[in-house]
C-alpha cells in the first residue's frame, strides 16, 4: 500500500484512540491493572507506573457535561474545569469510572478547589505545587510533594515504589516524550509535510494508547515515513505557518487548528501542554531520581507559575526551528493566568520575533465558530 494511503489512515486511527482506549482499559481493570487519572503535565507519571499503574488524562474537551458542573461550580469558570468535574460528577468518562485515584495539582484557583468537591465521590491526591520555581525552598517543596505522592500510591496500591522500577518508568517515559517530539517536529519542515490537524490528531491521540512500546514504534515509524515522503516531494503547498501557545486543546478546542487551516494557514507546532511544554524535556537518566524528577517538571512553563520565564524561553527556540510566520494564544475562557500572561506573551513576540501576535479566548462551545474563523482569516491575511 502507499504512504498516500496509509498515514492518513493511522493518523484517523489516532484521532478515534481515545474511544477505543475505553475497551482497552476495561481489559487493564480486569487484569487488576490500577489506573491513575490526571489533569495536568505536572504530574510525574513515573511515580504511578513504577508501581504499576496505568496512567490516563482525564481532561474533558466537550461542553456536554458543563450545565451539570454549573449546578456545583460558577458559570465564570474556565471549560476545561467544568466539563472534568462534570463528566466525573455524571460518571459519563469511563476513563474517570476505572480510574482508582485521581491525582490533581494547585495549579490554578479554580481546579484546586474544584478537586476539594471531587473528592466527595472519588479518590484524590493533591500535589501542592510551589508559585515559583526559581529558588530553593520552591524546588524543596516539589521534591518533597513527589516523595508524597509516591508515598500515597504505594499505599493506595500496594505495592512499593522501588528504585529500579522507578528509574525504569523514567527511561520509558523519556522514550515516550523523545518518539512524540520525534513525530510533532515533522512540523518543522517548510513547506509542510503534515498539517496541523494531523500532527494534533497523534499528539492528543497518543494519550490514549496504553501500550508505550507500541506506541514508541508507530510514532518514530509515523515520523520516519513522513520525512521521507516529504524528500521524495510530496509537500503541501507553502502557507502562513503558525505556532499554537497557550492553554491545552484537544476536542472541542481543535476548532482554533482548523479555523486556521481552513482560512488559508498552516499550524506547524503547538507550544502548550498538548505539544512541547510538556515534552521537549527529559527526565535525566542519571543521579538522583528524585532531584531528577523535580528538575524536569518545573521546567514546565506554566501560567500558574510567576514568573514564568520558562515559556518565553520555550516560545523562542520554537519560533525559530518551526520558523513560525505568527502565533495564536489560545486562551480558554475564564482562565486567569494565561489571559494576564498574554500581554507579555505579545510584547515577546512582537519585541524580539518581530512577528504578529494575536490572543483567541473560546470555549468548548460552537456558538463562536463564525466570529472565529472572521479574527483567524484576518490575522492570516496580514502575514
Ligand atoms: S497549562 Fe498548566 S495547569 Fe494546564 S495542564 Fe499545562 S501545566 Fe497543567
Ligand atoms: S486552562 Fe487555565 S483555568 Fe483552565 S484548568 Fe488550565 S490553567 Fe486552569
Not at 500500500?1 to 484517523?12: G, K, N, R
Not at 482525564?58 to 474545569?81: F, Q, V, Y
Not at 503547498?237 to 487548528?257: D, H, M, Q
Request: charged share 25%; with cysteine; hydrophobic share 40%.
Amino acid at each position: 500500500m502507499s504512504l498516500i494511503t496509509e498515514l492518513p489512515a493511522i493518523f484517523d486511527q489516532f484521532s478515534q484512540a481515545r474511544q477505543k482506549g475505553f475497551v482497552t482499559v476495561m481489559d487493564l481493570k480486569e487484569q487488576g491493572i490500577p489506573l491513575v487519572g490526571t489533569y495536568c503535565t505536572f504530574m510525574p507519571q513515573e511515580i504511578p507506573m513504577a508501581a504499576g499503574a496505568v496512567v490516563v488524562s482525564l481532561c474533558s474537551t466537550s461542553d456536554e457535561t458543563i450545565e451539570e458542573a454549573e449546578k456545583d461550580l460558577p458559570r465564570n469558570l474556565c471549560p476545561l474545569i467544568k466539563s472534568s468535574y462534570g463528566f466525573g460528577k455524571t460518571d459519563k468518562c469511563p476513563y474517570f469510572y476505572f480510574s482508582d485515584l485521581v491525582v490533581g495539582e494547585t495549579t490554578c484557583d479554580g481546579k484546586k478547589k474544584m478537586y476539594e468537591y471531587m473528592a466527595d465521590f472519588k479518590p484524590v491526591h493533591v500535589m501542592q505545587l510551589p508559585n515559583s520555581t526559581a529558588d530553593a525552598a520552591s524546588r524543596a517543596l516539589w521534591k518533597a510533594e513527589i516523595h508524597r505522592l509516591k508515598e500515597a500510591v504505594e499505599q493506595q496500591f500496594g505495592v512499593p515504589v522501588t528504585e529500579q522500577a522507578l528509574r525504569e518508568a523514567i527511561v520509558l517515559k523519556n522514550q515516550e516524550r523523545r518518539a512524540t517530539a520525534n513525530f510533532y517536529r515533522v512540523g518543522q519542515l517548510n513547506p509542510p509535510a503534515l498539517s496541523g490537524m494531523d500532527i494534533l490528531k497523534v499528539v492528543y491521540g497518543a494519550t490514549f494508547r496504553f501500550d508505550k512500546k507500541a506506541l514508541i514504534n508507530e510514532l518514530n515509524d509515523m515520523a520516519e515515513r513522513a520525512r521521507q515522503d516529504w524528500q521524495d516531494g510530496k509537500r503541501l503547498e507553502a502557507r502562513p505557518r503558525i505556532l499554537i501557545t497557550g492553554c491545552p486543546i484537544g476536542g472541542a478546542a481543535e476548532k482554533v487548528v482548523r479555523a486556521i487551516e481552513e482560512n488559508g494557514g498552516w499550524v506547524v507546532g503547538f507550544e502548550n501542554c498538548t505539544g512541547a511544554k510538556a515534552t521537549e524535556r527529559c527526565v535525566e537518566e542519571t543521579g538522583d531520581m528524585y532531584d531528577a524528577l523535580t528538575d524536569k517538571y518545573l521546567a514546565i512553563g506554566c501560567s500558574c507559575i510567576s514568573p514564568n520565564d520558562q515559556r518565553l524561553k520555550l516560545l523562542s527556540e520554537m519560533v525559530e526551528e518551526y520558523q513560525a510566520d505568527g502565533v495564536v494564544d489560545v486562551i480558554l475562557q475564564a482562565c486567569h493566568t494565561y489571559a494576564v500572561e498574554s500581554l507579555a506573551i505579545k510584547r515577546h513576540v512582537r519585541d524580539n520575533h518581530h512577528i504578529p501576535y494575536i490572543a483567541i479566548e473560546t470555549d468548548y462551545s460552537t456558538s463562536d465558530l463564525g466570529q472565529l474563523s472572521t479574527r483567524v482569516a484576518a490575522f492570516i491575511e496580514m502575514l
